[in-house]
């Protein structure tokens, strides 16, 4: 029987961390927040009762060391852990030293993690209690040899799966024999680094399938739940983007089908506290088994959102060995909820992972809105976390109601400082496939949204940047002298950089009205206002407000989702333009050097890899643009590298 507490200690950071000591706070219960020195002025300290510093920013050295967690625990006198999501959720040795420590494990037991989050014996679990599955190998033997053997058997396309992964990674499509190899040695990496061991399973890949997960909560009396139904097709690498409750395609019937499978799957395993079993869904209404996650998932905003219950909170109770207050007759879902996951990362670029500090932000709001965020303005986003900074989920009474808010919350959103997938999941909510309901799995892959690029700024959206950056140069004149010359108009010429253009303009400027024209296109504008990082326009009676942030001689500006990063370089000194010329090669993202295969003086051939760099869970490679020599070398194993830095320099080959 599972022990009273009254202090919980969250193992967590970021959204998740602020969301559990909210419902914890509210339940009545004290609250304990742990922080990497990273982290030290994050919203989750400031929101906790008190708060114990764990370490370093790496998370092997602060938010994965379970002695540091519980010695934590112990400090601050917390009786209870909840570990969140990602970091030790799934960690059967940190439940089993909860236990072994006197301390609540608000999740399932040891065993339970163990038996479902490991991929191999939760299939044998499920299969043994008669629950459908997706045809695969998940045996002992994890030779190349054996591995092969058992994809030829299965039959193209596969998909290789770390045991013990999650989140995407250590996950590897295969579509023909000749991918085999490097799918088998990439997933082993990938999942080695991320958990701890390289055991691999096989699946059929079921394609053009829908991804539905079922969310489960069993007390430690036998009861056990279902709290309907999410849908979660809409995934880029086999991470999740967009999830929703409940599934368009759902009947009753099916719903009581995959209802009762997930329960049995849970009771099979001696599960208890909330999770999440998943399946994939055919379009002949069959379901099979894919993994059950033994925690709290992500997406649990939109189950709440449409049963109207804390799921934070059933999980406290159940942590206490209470019996759940709610039976199965009890769950009805009432209209729709959707939730997009915003990441820090840049869809023009591959949606390479981006960092730095957030200027400005204000979170939407709205009826039937909801934002599930860890944000303020001045906040780091470091590389040594996860990508995902918040969740804007929106409820409707009808699906197309609650995408309508969603579109329009993540339009009223505003995020300066670091670049973000906003644009993107605006242009996924408002395809026709999506919009209708009909998203599979594949759907970003074949829907044609991946050909996302950074449009070019409009001349309009130039003259509002030179004019927010002229009125910062004027602030300390009077209104009646600004702008003011003899001659009428004054003209300013300005030079503005993005990316890697350069705009050279020249503005008129007079009081409070700006111009500007190139070629056979004018504009002019009216500033009203400038005032606490906002910009208020007036055009013939038509007047708009523009957030925007200005650090020295940056600035970001938003306009709509589309948010503009400019830099005035009017006075900026000449550049040489013959740089370091062909054969430089840059970090394409802010990460760590997890692996590297080439020394001064190697020879390489074009597309080799020649370095490995990992951050916020992605792994990028940097190879070779063409034959040749490696001249220089400026990193080494384990070095942290910035955006754009040089990391090596090939000498071509001489042509033959």
């Given at each position: ?9 969250i193992?967590?950071?970021g959204e998740i961390a602020?969301?559990?000591?909210r419902s914890?706070q509210?339940?009545g ?12 002025n ?11 510093c764990i370490?370093?920013p ?6 994965l060391?379970m002695?540091?967690i519980?010695a934590a ?7 209870a ?13 940190f ?5 072994q420590a006197e301390?609540t494990?608000i999740?399932?037991?040891g ?10 014996k939760?299939?044998?679990i499920i ?6 599955c997706v045809?695969g190998y998940s045996?002992?033997?994890q030779?190349?040899?054996?591995l092969k053997t058992?994809?030829?058997k299965i039959?193209?396309p596969?998909l ?6 999650g989140g ?12 085999v ?8 990496f990938?999942a080695?680094?991320?958990?701890g061991?390289d055991?691999?399973l096989?699946?059929k890949?079921?394609e053009h399938?829908?991804?539905v ?5 069993a007390?430690?009396?036998?009861n056990c739940i279902?709290?309907?139904?999410r849908d ?12 929703e409750?409940?599934?368009?395609v759902?009947t009753?019937?099916?719903?009581e089908?995959?209802g009762?499978?997930?329960?049995k799957?849970?009771?099979a395993a001696?599960?208890?506290?909330a ?5 994939l ?9 894919l993994?059950?996650n033994t925690r709290?998932?992500?997406?649990h905003p939109?189950?709440?959102m449409v ?9 406290l ?6 019996a759940?207050?709610v039976?199965?007759a ?5 209209g ?21 500090t957030?200027?400005r932000?204000?979170s939407?709001?709205?009826e ?6 860890a944000?303020?303005d ?6 040594f976390?996860?990508a995902?900074?918040?969740k804007v989920?929106?409820?409707g ?7 309508t808010r969603?579109v329009a919350?993540?339009?009223r959103?505003t ?18 496939v999506?919009s209708?309901g009909?998203?599979?799995t594949?759907f ?7 050909a996302?690029e950074?449009t070019?700024p409009?001349l309009?959206q130039l ?11 004027a602030?300390g004149i009077s209104p009646l002298?600004?702008?003011w ?5 004054v003209e300013?010429p300005i ?9 050279e ?5 007079n009081n409070n009205?700006y ?9 002019e504008?009216q500033?009203?206002s400038?005032?606490d990082?906002s910009v208020?326009?007036?055009?013939e009676g038509?007047n708009?407000?523009?957030?925007f942030a200005?650090q020295d001689?940056?600035l970001?500006?938003?306009?709509d989702s589309?948010?503009?990063?400019l ?6 000194p000449?550049?040489n ?11 394409p993202?802010?990460?760590?050097v997890?692996e590297?295969h ?7 051939e074009?597309?080799?890899v020649?370095v ?7 792994v ?5 643009p063409?034959s040749?020599?490696?001249?220089s070398?400026s990193v080494?194993?384990?070095n942290q ?5 040089a990391?090596?320099?090939l ?6």
């Open positions: 029987m599972s022990q009273g507490y009254q202090k919980i200690l193992a967590n950071r602020c969301r559990v000591i914890a509210a339940q219960y004290l609250t304990v927040a742990v922080y990497s020195e990273a982290d030290r994050a919203l989750h300290v400031q929101l906790a009762d008190e708060a114990v370490g370093p790496a998370v092997g050295e602060s938010y060391k002695d540091t519980l625990a112990k400090r601050s006198g917390a009786d852990i909840h570990p969140g999501y990602g970091f030790l959720s799934e960690n059967a040795s439940s089993e030293a909860c236990s301390i494990f999740g399932p037991s065993d339970a993690i163990d038996s479902m989050g490991d991929k191999a939760a299939k044998a299969l043994a209690a008669d629950v459908p045809p045996g002992d033997a030779d190349d040899v054996t058992e994809i030829n039959g193209y596969v290789l799966k770390a045991v013990a992964g995407g990674r250590g996950m590897r499509v295969v579509r023909k024999a000749d991918e190899d490097d799918a088998i040695a990439m997933a082993r990938e080695q680094n991320a958990f061991s055991v691999l096989v699946e890949l079921l399938t829908r991804h997960e079922i969310q489960i909560i007390d430690e009396h036998g279902h709290l309907g139904e979660c097709s809409v995934q880029r690498r086999h991470q999740k983007v967009v999830e409750s409940p599934c368009p759902m009753p019937e099916l719903r089908a995959m009762a499978a997930a329960v799957a849970a009771l001696g599960y208890v506290n999770g999440t079993v998943e399946f869904l055919d379009d002949d209404h069959q379901f099979y088994f993994e059950m709290l998932q992500v997406e939109v189950t709440e049963t109207g219950m804390d799921l934070v909170a059933m999980q109770q159940v942590a206490q060995g209470q759940l207050s039976k199965q009890d769950v009805e879902l009432n729709h909820a959707i939730e997009v996951r915003l990441y820090a990362e840049n869809p023009a670029l591959d949606f390479a992972p981006q960092m730095g957030i200027h932000w204000v939407p709001n709205g039937g809105v909801r934002v599930d965020h944000l303020k001045g906040a780091e986003v470091t590389p976390y996860d995902m900074i918040a989920i929106a409820w009474a009808t699906r197309e109601e609650s995408r969603l919350a993540l339009q959103m995020i300066l400082g670091v670049t973000t997938n906003n644009a993107f999941l605006q242009e996924v909510l408002g395809h026709d999506f209708l009909e998203a599979r594949d970003i892959e074949t829907s044609g949204v991946l996302f950074n070019q409009t309009e003259l509002i940047a030179s004019a927010i950056f002229i009125e910062r140069d602030s002298l600004k702008g010359h003899s001659t009428g108009k300013i030079k503005l950089a993005w990316e890697d253009e350069v705009f303009l020249n503005v008129e400027f009205r111009s500007i024209s190139r070629e056979d296109e004018a504009v504008i500033v009203d400038i005032y990082g208020q326009l007036h055009d038509h708009t407000s523009i957030n200005l001689l940056s970001f500006i938003a306009f589309e948010v503009i990063h830099r005035d370089i009017t006075y900026a000449l550049v333009e013959e740089e370091a010329g062909n054969g430089v090669l840059k970090a993202m802010l990460g760590q997890v590297l080439v020394a001064m003086g190697d020879h390489v074009k597309d080799d020649l490995v760099l990992e951050a916020m869970k992605m990028n490679h940097i190879v070779a063409f040749g020599t490696v001249e070398l080494a194993m384990g590298v910035d955006a754009a830095q990391v090596l320099t000498t071509p080959d001489e042509p033959e």
